[in-house]
């Protein structure tokens, strides 16, 4: 028992220096800014969004950038989406919206869109951003000036996420929580390694010319994450990548409304977040759960004591960094962990099914 408690105690170490180091090196995007540069793309894919992307777009057009165009897929909408971007596309010439047909086969939804939008696009840059994500004014000259300061081929951002609701602050926090603590974000951009990748589909930059070449879209069409498989795709291409904590970045979203929204959202990508393997995910989860028994049994109070110091160090600096209340979040903690245990029995049975409903369609077959 004393080799399980010390093999924990290492782990959850390991755990807390990403943490810690995510807290102190502050993955954000820095301070400079261009007011003018190359043209960049902004393109949305949008399925039924009638509730956010007037938002996005009133934010969009008060940029302190120029030139940019914002490109919409209205993904064969059923609301009132369509007649939104009408209204925008007849009052500003920024504005211009593509509708969708039926999704051809061997296509998920957002992936074909996203491909559909790049081809329409005329910019040097291309950002993609989710419909129901709101930027500040400075959110282009920003991320421009970062690609070309880095010289990236990816610029991605976690946005801020605002939670409304107690489900909401129950849920959204947990995959921060997971990626924060086992991924150090300055070695997204520093490490050559592709398991030290991560992107967020709410906020990609590509350079067009890298994005044209590689088609990165229809490469993961049947892949729900797309957004971490095409991050490391990159990396093996040894292209340069960077993604950056959202607390400071410019953009911010309401990712889901509710508990079981969040649940089922979740779902479909935590899988992915440990490299597609379910041992990986089950050996995890039993250590969050029951690390502390082995721990116990094997070193007594002492080694209980430094395994909880170590638990709420991570928890703290996974909050500062993502700008949760601290104390609030710590108070959480207990229902975030049976909120854990449901993202991944849905996980695992939405693998074992190979279908999953998102935004009215039913997808089937997925990878």
Not at 20 to 45: A, D, H, W, Y
Not at 323 to 334: H, K, R, V, Y
Not at 336 to 355: D, P, Q, T, W
Request: with cysteine; net charge positive; aromatic share 12%.
């Amino acid at each position: 028992m004393i080799w399980a408690a010390v093999i924990i105690l290492y782990l959850t170490f390991i755990r807390m220096l990403v943490a810690l180091s995510n807290l102190f090196t502050m993955q954000f995007p820095g301070k400079k800014r261009m007011e003018e540069g190359p043209l960049v793309s902004v393109l949305i894919p949008a399925r039924n969004e009638e509730e956010n992307i007037g938002n996005l777009l009133d934010t969009l057009l008060i940029q302190k950038y120029s030139p940019f165009e914002i490109i919409v897929y209205n993904d064969s909408s059923t609301d009132t989406t369509g007649d939104i971007l009408q209204r925008y596309g007849e009052a500003s010439k920024l504005v211009r919206h593509i509708n969708g047909g039926d999704l051809p086969e061997g296509w998920l939804g957002k992936n074909h869109a996203c491909h559909r939008l790049a081809e329409s696009a005329a910019g040097e840059y291309l950002l993609f951003l989710d419909a129901d994500v709101v930027a500040d004014s400075e959110v282009l000259s920003s991320a421009v000036a970062r690609m070309q300061e880095k010289r990236l081929a990816l610029l991605s951002v976690f946005p801020y996420q605002l939670k409304l609701t107690r489900g909401e602050r129950v849920v959204i926090p947990v995959m921060n929580w997971i990626l924060l603590s086992l991924l150090p974000l300055f070695l997204v951009r520093k490490c050559r390694w592709p398991s030290f990748s991560a992107a967020n589909g709410q906020f990609m930059m590509f350079h067009a010319s890298v994005y044209k070449r590689y088609r990165f879209h229809e490469l993961v069409r049947m892949r729900l994450a797309e957004d971490i498989i095409i991050a490391r795709l990159m990396k093996k291409m040894r292209l340069k990548i960077e993604t950056l904590a959202g607390r400071d970045g410019g953009v911010s979203c309401r990712m889901y409304r509710n508990y079981d929204e969040a649940l089922n959202g979740f779902a479909k990508n935590v899988i992915t977040m440990f490299g597609d393997s379910r041992l990986f995910v089950i050996f995890f989860l039993s250590v969050c759960l029951f690390g502390w028994v082995p721990v116990f049994l094997g070193t007594g109070w002492p080694g209980l004591a430094a395994y909880i110091f170590m638990v709420l160090s991570i928890n703290v600096s996974v909050a500062g960094v993502s700008g949760q209340n601290i104390a609030g979040s710590l108070l959480l903690f207990p229902e975030r962990m049976v909120a854990f245990v449901r993202i991944v029995i849905r996980a695992f049975a939405i693998r074992g099914k190979r279908s999953y409903v998102w935004k009215q369609r039913s997808i089937s077959e997925i990878v």
